[in-house]
């Protein structure tokens, strides 16, 4: 098999020699930030939209990425180049670097940003067509007062206890609720469900990601004449949806066939959940920064 080769401070390293100190602060506090991309047909999709996110996640943590923009991308162009990859998933993070202790960033001198690409296939095809079986949560969404769900940080402890409770109900994904009862997001996918024609995600004000496959498929929404609501909604209106599916970078678009023991819809993959899956096919390979010529 070919050397994986990872980005790691301006180096490329082989996996074995990819290395982060036991002080790094993303370690020690979750304190860092990532993105998950995708790269299709040697096609970075979305890559701005990544981008802007982490630089815009750095800006709210006060976190020096000691990349340009244009640095950053190049540096994701070449480690791709580097593994020969035409698909995979990307794993961009930023820590706050090695510090002592103690929780004070103003003790880490320099971010660590890291670049890992890999092969990545997480529901068989299969799944698109069937829909999954998922389970609501009793863990809640961190409030955004706290933790505002835009920064897209290390601290996922929130949607590893999530996580959790769907590897002990036997399921891929689970729906997790804020702390009023709304529905928020999966543990790392955003929701949507379809009643009579109309589409509708969570805001994310509510507690959820901003996340770009979700942005995209309201694009698609748009453009295809799916009328779409960003409003809040209960398990009530997921159980009585004709379509539930979940949205995310490595996800895709995957349907829902059944949520706490209710059929949703004919219990398989239905026809808008579909059509926006061919849709975002089209897509993917097109929208973003070509890597190969
Ligand atoms: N919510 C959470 C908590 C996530 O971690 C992710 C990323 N996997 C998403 C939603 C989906 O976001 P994106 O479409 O940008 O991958």
């Known amino acids: 098999m070919a050397e994986q080769w990872i980005y790691l401070n301006g180096d490329y390293v082989t996996k074995e020699n990819a290395k982060v100190s036991v002080y790094d602060h993303g370690f020690l506090y979750g304190d860092g930030i990532f993105e998950g991309i995708r790269i299709y047909n040697g096609n970075i999709f979305k890559c701005k939209e990544h981008l802007d996110r982490l630089y815009d996640s750095a800006r709210s943590i006060m976190l020096d990425i000691p990349l340009s923009y244009e640095d950053m991308q190049a540096a994701l162009v070449e480690?791709?180049?580097?593994?020969?990859?035409?698909?995979?998933?990307?794993?961009?993070?930023?820590?706050?670097g090695p510090g002592n202790l103690g929780l004070d960033p103003k003790r880490c001198p320099s971010a660590w940003v890291v670049i890992i690409v890999e092969q990545l296939a997480i529901y068989p095809e299969e799944a698109y067509r069937s829909g999954l079986v998922s389970v609501s949560v009793s863990q809640r969404r961190?409030?955004?007062d706290a933790l505002n769900p835009k920064i897209k940080s290390l601290n996922y402890l929130n949607n590893i206890l999530v996580k959790i409770q769907a590897n002990l109900a036997g399921v891929g994904e689970a729906i997790m609720l804020n702390?009023?009862?709304?529905?928020?997001?999966?543990?790392?996918?955003?929701?949507?469900?379809?009643?009579?024609?109309?589409v509708y995600t969570p805001p994310c004000y509510i507690g959820a990601l901003e996340g770009i496959t979700r942005a995209a498929i309201m694009e698609l929404c748009a453009r295809l004449g799916y009328k779409l609501k960003e409003e809040?909604?209960?398990?009530?209106d997921?159980?009585?949806?004709?379509?539930?599916?979940?949205?995310?970078?490595?996800?895709?678009?995957?349907a829902v066939r059944?949520?706490?023991?209710?059929?949703?819809?004919?219990?398989?993959?239905?026809?808008?959940?579909?059509?926006?899956?061919?849709?975002?096919?089209?897509?993917?390979?097109?929208?973003?920064?070509?890597?190969?010529?």
């Open 179 to 198: 702390a009023q009862g709304y529905v928020a997001e999966g543990s790392s996918d955003n929701i949507f469900i379809i009643k009579q024609g109309v």
């Open 232 to 236: 809040p909604f209960t398990l009530h």
């Open 142 to 144: 961190n409030i955004p």
């Open 79 to 96: 480690t791709i180049r580097r593994n020969g990859l035409r698909d995979g998933y990307i794993r961009l993070i930023v820590s706050r």
């Open 258 to 293: 059944e949520v706490d023991g209710r059929m949703i819809g004919k219990g398989e993959a239905g026809p808008i959940t579909t059509h926006l899956l061919e849709e975002f096919r089209k897509i993917v390979d097109v929208d973003g920064v070509k890597v190969f010529a």
């Open 238 to 254: 997921v159980y009585v949806a004709d379509e539930v599916f979940f949205t995310g970078t490595a996800a895709e678009v995957i």
